[in-house]
């Protein structure tokens, strides 16, 4: 499980990347780099970490599912995940 800490400061980074993404796309088309210098660095989606919707977790993360690969594994087997099924042959 990841600190809240981590957690909440990955969600501060989405709302100011939802804040700036209009400002920013229209910087970037006129080629402004020098005003695209001058936003908040947290203002650049790639600051923002893929994170388990769960636990927190940041690696082994499934974009499809939003989950990572162990909480991922644990409601597959539970019969969380509708169309999921452990593989057996």
């Not at 006129?30 to 989606?45: E, F, H, I, T, V």
């Not at 940041?58 to 087997?77: P, Q």
């Amino acid at each position: 499980m990841a600190k809240s800490s981590w957690k909440e400061r990955n969600k501060k980074k989405q709302r100011i990347v939802a804040k700036y993404a209009e400002l920013r796309a229209e910087l970037r088309s006129k080629r402004d780099y020098a005003g695209l210098a001058q936003l908040p660095r947290n203002a650049s989606p790639t600051r923002v970490v893929n994170r388990c919707k769960i636990t927190g977790r940041r690696h082994g993360y499934f974009r499809k599912f939003g989950v990572s690969r162990l909480t991922f594994r644990e409601m597959a087997l539970h019969g969380l995940i509708p169309g999921v099924t452990k593989a057996s042959w």
